[in-house]
Each structure stands twice: as structure tokens, then as C-alpha cells.
């Protein structure tokens, strides 16, 4: 895969706003999704939904050609690079902040120069060796996530002695890890890859437990959005609720996190989410002026 020319300054990232995370829509590109199942793989009906994200109000649209749902096959990176780069390239012209999610530098390279000004890497940086200096060479934001394999046995590797205390002990490695290879403390976000080598239990450990993510020194961002985890919340019977049915639940989550003062929320469904959002910023403000 030929790397793109260098030197492209990503676009500026919005600045957090004071009462509440940022929020991260996701446009999956991908014909295998667990959330949506290649509703957006053709790009203009993936450019479509994106702009329907930021009329929602999204903050950054995250674009992302590779599912990383458990057994996921990979595409190759000429695939991946097909699916996105078109998608990334017109919703920057759009004026939308972009995030790249991608494992492969290659890939965040040709989005960096396409105009996005995220790149967001389910694996921060272990997948590939040179992402980390792909991302420090720009002014791009570096999104984490704790990472313990690929799709096809990540969850084979869900054992932990202290899952809060083991993951923020990899997470502080691997945010020193990625400093030392030139990325700037203030460019790193940190995950904690919630469902990613995590069983449902352990998933809501971590969330129980987001004040120790704070000892991390980092802004953090949390992708619950439409997870396993979350499909027995609103069962009736049975079946656990559909991926697409889970949004409610998801609101839910992105109201903890905003409490807990996460950087960002990472999101399908956005108009959602930035209903509960703006009901938790009304009530600090009341209790701010009262």
C-alpha cells in the first residue's frame, strides 16, 4: 500500500464543551457491522448519514472500513483504504471534524491528508508499529484503546486478576509507550475498550469504576454504544434486544459518563444521546445559578 504524501495538517478538533463530552458519531463503512450491518457501505449513502449525524449535533463523525466485532474477518488495506478515504475526504469538505478508526497507518496517513484531524485506533498502536510515529508527525488527536488481539480471539483473552487495575496498568504503559515515541500528552485520549476483551460483567466493573481512568493523567473516551453488554437492559422475554434497539440503554451510559466527566462519547445513535446529554448539563447549570 503506497503512503500518501505527508505534511497535510489535519482540520482543528472541536474544542469540549464546558457541560458535557464530546460526542462521536459512528459511520460504519463496512459490510459486516454488528450495530447496522452495511447500511452505510456505499459511500454516498455513507456521506448521507454522516451529514444526518451532524444536523444531530455530533462533534466528530467517526469513520471507520474494518469491523472489529468478535470473529471479524479483516479487509485488506487497499479495501479498507476504498471504503473510507472517499466518505473521510467529502465530510471534511463538509466541515465535519473526521476521526479515522483504523489499525493501520497506511490508512490513517491517507485520512490525515484527506482532512481528518482524529485517528482513532481500536488497538492504540500495537497493531501496526508504525502508527505511532505515523500519528505524531501530525497534529492529529490519538485515540487508545486497550487492546489485547484481533477480533478472531479477543475474547479468549478476557482474564483478569483486577480487570479495573489490570487495564489501567496496560493503558499507563501503553500511553508511555506512545509518548516516548513522540506523541504529545496533549494529543492523547485513552479507552478502555469496552466489549473488547471484556466479558458483560467486566464491562460493567469498568464503568462502575471510571474514577480510577482519571488517575491516568489523560482525556478519555468511552464506546459503549449499542454493545453485547447492553442487550439484556431492556429484555422483555427471552431474546436479549437487538444491537439497533440498544440506544436508549446507550443514552443511559453516555449520562454515567458525562457525570463522570469523560472527554468524549462514542455513539451510533446521536440525537439520543445529546437529548440526555443536554438534560445533565440543564441540571448542573440550575445548580450553578441556584
Not at 431492556?234 to 443511559?252: C, F, H, I, N, S
Request: charged share 25%; proline share 6%; net charge negative.
Amino acid at each position: 500500500m503506497k503512503a500518501p504524501a505527508s505534511g497535510t495538517r489535519p482540520r482543528p478538533l472541536p474544542v469540549r464543551p464546558e457541560r458535557r463530552p464530546l460526542v462521536m458519531g459512528v459511520v460504519n463503512v463496512t459490510p459486516d457491522s454488528f450495530s447496522d450491518g452495511g447500511r452505510w457501505l456505499e459511500p454516498g449513502a455513507a456521506i448521507t448519514h454522516g451529514i444526518e449525524l451532524l444536523e444531530q449535533g455530533a462533534d466528530i463523525l467517526d469513520i471507520g472500513g474494518e469491523s472489529t466485532r468478535p470473529g471479524a474477518d479483516r479487509p485488506s488495506p487497499q479495501e479498507e483504504l476504498d471504503r473510507v478515504i472517499p466518505v473521510v475526504r467529502a465530510l471534511a469538505d463538509e466541515g465535519a471534524a473526521v476521526s479515522i478508526d483504523t489499525m493501520r497507518s497506511g490508512v490513517a496517513a491517507a485520512a490525515l491528508d484527506a482532512g481528518a484531524c482524529v485517528v482513532n485506533d481500536v488497538s492504540g498502536g500495537l497493531a501496526d508499529g508504525k502508527m505511532a510515529q505515523t500519528v505524531a508527525r501530525s497534529e492529529a488527536i490519538f485515540v487508545a484503546m486497550h487492546w489485547r488481539g484481533h477480533s478472531h480471539d479477543m475474547q479468549s483473552r478476557a482474564v483478569y486478576n483486577d480487570v479495573v487495575a489490570d487495564v489501567c496498568r496496560e493503558l499507563e504503559q501503553r500511553a508511555q509507550d506512545l509518548l516516548g515515541a513522540g506523541i504529545r500528552a496533549d494529543r492523547l485520549v485513552l479507552d478502555p475498550g469496552l466489549g473488547f476483551a471484556k466479558t458483560a460483567a467486566q464491562n460493567w466493573t469498568l464503568l462502575h469504576h471510571l474514577d480510577a481512568l482519571e488517575r491516568l493523567r489523560q482525556p478519555v473516551l468511552v464506546g459503549a454504544s449499542r454493545k453485547s453488554f447492553l442487550a439484556r437492559i431492556a429484555q422483555r422475554g427471552e431474546e436479549p434486544v437487538p444491537a439497533a434497539e440498544r440506544d436508549l440503554a446507550t443514552a443511559a451510559v453516555s449520562v454515567v459518563l458525562a457525570q463522570a466527566g469523560v472527554w468524549g462519547v462514542r455513539v451510533h445513535d446521536v440525537r439520543s444521546t445529546i437529548a440526555a446529554l443536554d438534560v445533565v448539563a440543564a441540571i448542573e447549570e440550575c445548580g450553578d445559578s441556584g
